[in-house]
């Protein structure tokens, strides 16, 4: 009689489609995942497919793909997200990345202008740029856009 294969848990399931979509914005095949973590290929596809793995295994997906240490145990406990070394939040589906606050106020003050000289010809540009200051003053005042450091 053949032995029963053991159901994948929800955060198992996450953690391999967390894992898998990873590989793929690294531009990995599943080969080339596996030797870039330094496991077999069987080992790589059991992550991959929400299969149970050793610490040691999470630790080398972690370092391999540049993820924080800790990231894969998180997943497993609950975590909905695994953090990268960058800071990158990666969540399943998508990548949550921070934009420093100074990069952020560049681009909303881009974002104002643009939508002011399409909308508003007849504004100056000293109004345009009172205006888009006074935006990302509001945005800060209401802390929608973080302070400058």
């Known amino acids: 009689m053949a032995a029963a294969t053991e159901t994948p848990t929800d955060q198992q399931t996450l953690l391999g489609e967390l894992v898998m979509q990873r590989r793929i914005a690294l531009g990995y095949t599943q080969v080339q995942g ?3 973590c330094g496991l077999s290929g069987q080992t790589y596809w059991n992550v991959e497919h929400g299969r149970p793995a050793s610490p040691t ?3 080398k997906v972690e370092h391999g793909f540049g993820m924080r240490a800790g990231s894969c145990r998180a997943v497993l406990d609950g975590a909905d997200s695994i ?3 960058d800071g990158t939040e990666l969540i399943s589906g998508a990548q949550i990345q921070r934009i420093p606050a ?3 106020a ?3 003050r881009a ?3 643009s939508a002011a000289r399409l909308t508003l010809p007849d504004v100056t540009h000293r109004q345009t740029e009172a205006m888009t200051e006074r935006v990302v ?3 800060r005042r ?3 856009l973080p302070e400058a450091s």
């Open 57 to 59: 295994t999470y630790a």
């Open 137 to 139: 003053e509001e945005l």
């Open 34 to 36: 596996s030797k870039a």
């Open 142 to 144: 209401l802390g929608l």
């Open 106 to 108: 560049d681009d909303v």
């Open 102 to 104: 100074e990069q952020l």
């Open 111 to 113: 974002a104002v202008n």
């Open 83 to 85: 953090t990268l070394t």
